[in-house]
């Protein structure tokens, strides 16, 4: 049967899942809130802030999250920087950083795009009424972005979910380290790979579904 | 009330403010018309600075709106703004978007607020819409509840930007009988607007604009029977034609 | 610091791990020399032995790895061969071929890495794999070894500073650093299951991972500890073998008569060799720089 080898190995396999899930779960809020404040920075009135938030876009899209996974695992230290003295809290903290910088990046430039792209008219209207740029954006723009952007944000957490593999690199004992530590005991490795393959999809496909769900919820109100 | 003073203003190389001087007194109805592009609706929206102004000076309710640093929040809770586009927040229930503004920037309570906007929303015909998103409503229901939303900050001036021209017929009527209920009330309104019918019934003043300028403003009911300005006479026929 | 640790990175790997890329090309050096000339002080061999067919094709084909030091490496200014499996290599050529004239000029040098060992044995690239090429019992399924020539094992590297760790049992609730997908984490925690394993993609990671304290030390085999040592000598390899790494010669399997006589002539050769002091020697010349011992055997 597909997958039984999970039950074999199963504190490496669902430990890994659990890991794969605490960093998918954790990686999403904080690439929310940061690709949130991000694009806030971009879209500011004032030009340096802007600078700030493209320049932060520009580095974390276009270097490899491998790359910014061992800098912050194996470079940070060099500086002195430690996210935890404890090796394995180090490192599942600084891959938990390296997911929310990431696609913190991506995050940003879609609810750039949804904000930019909310009807002048509301912005008007809810500034005509006499809310302030911040109350407007918290009230008005925002939620109004959020629904336009929930389909792209839903395909950055699906993608969150499977780069969290990359932190297997980095030491993090997720469900590809499973994977990987399995075949090199047994041999087996298209029964790791394969189980390894299943529980990631057991992650991705209702999380597509969720996102299809809220999406379909948010379109009835709009 | 309001009192412009030879104010001008450009969007790049077009001159659309060419000296506007006008003084609105409190609880007068004006009914701004004009051809289109002559500048009416960006006369209304310097009001509550949505557009500012170049030059010249503008007094609202003892606000200097010219003045760079002049409070436009203090400024806008005064002043209340309808659009042809309605612009209902559409993430917010017909209640809601009335009650907004009032608790986030007078920190009503929800409770209290929510009285109010249903007081409101009954006051402009749909008391039953309250919980209702604006998808769900017709153009004339929209535009009423963007009424009650400018009506719940209490503001001394009512700012009409071709409230109806987005509207069929039927609704057209909807939306003009709660203004002209607005205008017996003693509301200071200023309407953009070609609906020549409100303006005869429940306007004070008629302005006739054209290419940045303030051509004619006259009693209502002189301008009904005899527009002293050439241009302004055949607008008005055309628009009676039409 | 990124780029640095990269390169870092890439020049270990490229030093101490199996993966070069060295399919093309042949190491082999010109030169012939007359087999008539030499003819009469060749060792003799009965005709239906692989030695034999050797001796007639006037070639040895050695394959072993460019960048595998201290036991072989391609010297990229002269493109010689060096290190202690290519002189391996030598001697058998030597066994073969005489130990008249230079033994580069019977050797034709082909390049391998771990993955291709097997392969170029089996679809007969090569007649001797000489390439810290441990023997175990999946491999003896598919090819032949030799008796071992090289013993190692797996063995721990710490801080210079470090004496609380100095055997294998003293990882118990400590970190310690291993490749991934190696047996070397399977060894440790056989031996000491209280042990932590932080398993990075390679040994200069692991290196890198111990210089700032992240983890206690690293295991792995003795001869991968060898070159980390010399990378950054504030570090230390401690503690006895607790795996046994014995390294033999590869040839293909007798099938079809094709190998007769081969196993056979490779051990009584290493027997010879060990006994008249010629692996002393090379081990002399080879591993005591790094290991800073000596040996004149394999065990012991």
Known sequence: MPGAIAFEFPDLFFGGLWLTVQLSGLGLIGALVLGTAVALMRVSPIAPVRWVGAAYVEFFRNTPLVVQLFFLFLGLPLLGLRFAS??????????????????????????????????????EAARSLGLSYAQTLREVQLPQTFRAVIPPL??????????????????????????EIVESRTFRAGEAFLTATLLYLALTIPLGLVVNGLERRLLVVR | ????????????????????????????????????????STLLRTINRLEPIESGTLVVDGIAVHEINTDVNRLRKRVGMVFQSFNLFPHLTAAENVMLAPTKV???????????????????????KADVHPARLSGGQQQRVAIARALAMEPKVMLFDEPTSALDAEMIREVLDVMRQLAKEGMTMLVVSHELGFAREASDRVVFMDEGRIIEDTPTADFFVSPKEERARQFLSKVIRH | ????????????????????????????????????????????FEVQTFMYSIQVKGK?????????????????????????????????????????????????????TSATRIPSLTDNKADVIIKTFTINEDRKKQIDFSDVYFSTGQRILVKKTNDQIKEVVDLGGKTFCAQRGSTSEQNVTKAQPAAKALLLDSYPACLLALQQGQADAVSTDETILFGLVKQDPNTK?????????????????????????????????????????TWGKLYEKHITPVSGDKKTAPKG
């Open chain 2, 106 to 128: 007078h920190g009503i309570p929800t409770k209290e607020a929510r009285e109010r906007a249903l007081a409101l929303l009954a006051k402009v015909g749909i008391p039953e």
């Open chain 3, 237 to 277: 390899i401690v503690g006895k073998y607790f795996s046994d790494e014995p390294y033999g010669i590869g040839i293909k399997k007798n099938e079809n008569s094709d190998r007769n006589g081969f196993v056979a002539f490779l051990n009584t050769w290493l027997a010879a060799a060990i006994k008249d002091g």
């Open chain 3, 60 to 112: 040895l084909r050695v394959g072993t790895q460019e960048d595998n030091p201290p036991f072989s490496v391609k010297n990229p200014t002269n493109s010689k061969w060096e290190g202690f499996d290519t002189d391996i290599g030598r001697e058998i050529a030597k066994a073969i071929f005489g130990t008249q004239g230079d033994p580069d000029s019977f050797i034709e040098w082909v390049p391998v």
């Open chain 2, 1 to 40: 009330m309001i009192e412009f003073r030879d104010v001008h203003k450009h969007f790049g190389l077009l001159h659309v403010l060419r000296g506007i001087t006008l003084a609105v007194r409190e609880g007068e109805v004006l009914v701004i018309i004009g051809p289109s592009g002559s500048g009416k």
């Open chain 1, 86 to 123: 404890d090796t394995f809290d180090n490192i599942f903290r600084a891959a938990f950083v390296g997911m929310a910088l990431y696609h913190g990046a991506y995050v940003a430039e879609v609810v750039r795009g949804g904000l930019l792209g909310v009807d002048r008219g509301l912005i």
């Open chain 1, 154 to 179: 839903g395909n950055i957490a699906i993608a969150l979910v499977k780069n969290t593999s990359l932190a297997s690199t980095i030491g993090v004992t997720d469900l590809l380290f499973a994977a």
């Open chain 3, 1 to 44: 610091m990124r780029g640095m640790a990269r390169a870092v990175a890439f020049g270990l790997a490229i030093a101490f791990l199996a993966g070069a890329c060295g399919g093309a090309g042949t190491g082999g050096t010109a030169g012939t020399s007359s087999p008539a000339a030499s003819a009469a002080t060749r060792p003799k």
